[in-house]
T-cell receptor
């Protein structure tokens, strides 16, 4: 079974460009989480999604950032008009979830290897 | 606000010794805590989960304790090896839906 797949592994953008980060959860997983990590800092929650639904986006900046998890295909974290402060490692995690319930509820998270975004 | 804190940013120990890492939480009573390992340039990997009604849990050379009175979890690695060098993160379940992580403790085991 393939693990959580994130691409690209490294992404370089100039200020003002758009960044699109992709995450394919583990097979059978319907919950996706995005985290951001700066050097020497912990993981900061951004958004939690289930298929076609945003469950919790309380950690995501109100402007320029958006996320989706369509019925088909990977989850996408989109950052418009990137600025230097957006440079960070972005990690995606997935969990199986349980039908009709939200939240990790004792579920461990499986993480991808991350996308390192560098804004020039 | 609900916080989860790992007191030590870095811990250096000699090979063969026991490493003890601390995780404290405030303004919250989590039903469980999780511990993850993160290597440079990689995503975290789940290690152990301990529930509030469990005092201790073990997995090979790893041991985790959960003290709800002290609001603290301790993570021990016995007979440490250089390969144990990594950053260790504790995580608590949400008030809402996400898993919140501490800043991590970077462990270095010297041969």
């Amino acid at each position: 079974n393939a693990g959580v797949m994130q691409n690209p592994r490294h992404l370089v953008r100039r200020r003002g460009q758009e960044a699109r980060l992709r995450c394919s959860p583990m097979k059978g997983h319907s919950h996706v989480y995005w985290y951001r990590q700066l050097p020497e800092e912990g993981l900061k929650f951004m958004v939690y999604l289930q298929k076609e639904n945003i469950i919790d986006e309380s950690g995501m900046p109100k402007e320029r950032f958006s996320a989706e998890f369509p019925k088909e295909g990977p989850s996408i974290l989109r950052i418009q008009q990137v600025v230097r402060g957006d440079s960070a490692a972005y990690f995606c995690a997935s969990s199986p979830g349980r039908s009709g319930r939200v939240g990790p509820a004792n579920e461990k998270l499986f993480f991808g290897s991350g996308t390192q975004l560098s804004v020039l | 606000s609900q916080k989860i804190e790992q007191n030590s940013e870095a811990l250096n120990i000699q090979e063969g010794k026991t490493a003890t890492l601390t995780c404290n939480y405030t303004n919250y009573s989590p039903a469980y805590l999780q511990w993850y390992r993160q290597d440079p340039g990689r995503g975290p990997v789940f290690l152990l989960l301990i529930r509030e009604n469990e005092k201790e849990k073990r997995k090979e050379r790893l041991k985790v304790t959960f003290d709800t009175t002290l609001k603290q979890s301790l993570f021990h690695i016995t007979a440490s090896q250089p390969a144990d060098s990594a950053t260790y993160l504790c995580a608590r379940p949400p008030g809402n839906n996400d898993m919140r992580f501490g800043a991590g403790t970077r462990l270095t085991v010297k041969p």
